[in-house]
Nanobody, 122 residues
Framework: VQLQASGGGLVQPGGSLRLSCAASGRTFSMYTMGWFRQAPGKEREFVQAISWSGGTTDYSDFVKGRFTGSRDNAKNTVYLQMNTLKPEDTAVYYC????????????????WGQGTQVTVSS
């Protein structure tokens, strides 16, 4: 599976962005898909994950109520809608694919995209 993340950019605090992650391969719908982020000097951290059917989602505490994950298996794409962005959300955001039913840790993911930069600043 090859993953391509996009949609990052510069946004003011309180603004919104929608990240997309396009996947290649016919088995996309079999994978749990996750989003992670990594800020300079910090470890990669879990943001959100969605099960293969979209029926189960997990969120880190710091994005609950602000970010929403979704997927369209017909388009081999997952999305991360980010609202009410804060400066501390600034990071490179990565999408990843796991063959586990639920996965929130980096080591549980098999495939990774290249990352897209999100900068929240006035």
């Amino acid at each position: 599976v090859q993953l391509q993340a996009s949609g990052g950019g510069l946004v003011q605090p309180g603004g919104s962005l929608r990240l997309s992650c396009a996947a290649s391969g016919r088995t996309f719908s079999m994978y749990t898909m996750g989003w992670f982020r990594q800020a300079p000097g910090k470890e990669r951290e879990f943001v959100q994950a969605i099960s293969w059917s979209g029926g189960t989602t997990d969120y880190s505490d710091f994005v609950k109520g602000r970010f929403t994950g979704s997927r369209d298996n017909a388009k081999n794409t997952v999305y991360l809608q980010m609202n009410t962005l804060k400066p501390e959300d600034t990071a490179v955001y990565y999408c990843a694919a796991s063959n586990r039913i639920r996965a929130t840790r980096p080591y549980e993911y098999l495939y990774w995209g290249q990352g897209t930069q999100v900068t929240v600043s006035s």
